[in-house]
């Protein structure tokens, strides 16, 4: 990975640091994002010690923010010299119903608007390092959900999972989406579930925080774990090329049904266009 620009979003806490942390060590040129820009300059230069690595740095943006996504990516595009990577990774598990700076559902807004919002401005730039790769890190939970476009924001949802199950899935048909429209552009587009993992997700509910601490931890995967095929799928060969897939424990394999709808696919683009403001 040497040369490499990699772009790790949500990259102070779990799989995403330990993501940028394994680039790091694999020669990449690493650009953490996280919420708290301190932590995240901490963590870098961390990571620079620990691998002897001088290409690491911090940048911040609140995905909960559109404005602050705009202007991260507008930074980015002014810094970078090239973006071979773009690892989505950011994400949240909110602990009850909230909303974005935006009025936006902030589980529908952080999970996928930010992501959608932020690859899409990084388009040029990705295409003009092709071969490039952008990488959805997705969940297992989108085969329980099904979008109901009259309620993207949620308000007829209760319960602690399906908001997050509904984000999921339009992880999974953006990566789906964007593939498509990037096909023979050198750009190519995967997402992946990266296993349950005992992680910084789970901070905002202290009642599943303290469950998962007791009870599931010793059956979940650790950050590094959890990074595993985010890396691969960074990093692995055998993939140029390869584009429109959904990735578990280093292989391909099938999402949901209404994962591979190319009709909700569109529609969720357009719907994701109009509330981010792009041209669809």
Not at 111 to 134: D, E, G, I, Q
């Amino acid at each position: 990975m040497n040369g490499r620009v990699c772009l790790v979003t949500g990259a102070t806490h779990g799989v995403g640091l330990a993501t940028a942390r394994a680039l790091a060590a694999l020669g990449a040129s690493v650009v953490m994002h996280g919420r708290d820009l301190d932590r995240a300059r901490e963590l870098a230069q961390a990571i620079s010690r620990d691998t002897g690595n001088s290409a690491v740095r911090a940048v911040q943006a609140d995905f909960a923010h559109l404005a602050q996504v705009r202007r991260l990516a507008q930074e980015l595009d002014a810094t970078l010299p090239r973006l071979d990577v773009l690892i989505n990774n950011a994400g949240m598990l909110s602990g009850a119903r909230a909303v974005s700076a935006d009025g936006y559902d902030l589980t529908f807004a952080v999970n996928h608007l930010a992501p959608f919002l932020l690859t899409n401005l990084l388009l040029a730039k990705l295409k003009s390092s092709a071969p490039a790769r952008v990488i959805v890190v997705a969940s297992e939970a989108h085969r329980g959900a099904r979008l109901d476009f009259a309620d993207l924001m949620n308000r007829s949802v209760s319960g602690l999972m399906p908001a997050y199950a509904r984000s999921k899935l339009a992880n999974v048909l953006f990566a789906r989406a964007l593939a498509a429209r990037l096909a023979g552009s050198g750009v190519t587009v995967n997402a992946l579930h990266p296993g349950v993992v005992y992680s910084n997700l789970f901070h905002r509910n202290r009642a599943l925080r303290m469950l998962l601490g007791t009870l599931g931890r010793p059956f979940m995967r650790s950050p590094e774990e959890g990074a595993r095929t985010s890396v691969y799928l960074a990093t692995a060969p055998e993939l140029s090329g390869q584009s429109g897939g959904y990735y578990r424990d280093c292989r391909a394999i099938a999402p949901s049904a209404r994962a591979q709808s190319d009709v909700d696919a569109s529609r969720l683009w357009q719907e994701s266009a109009q509330l981010t403001g792009l041209a669809a």
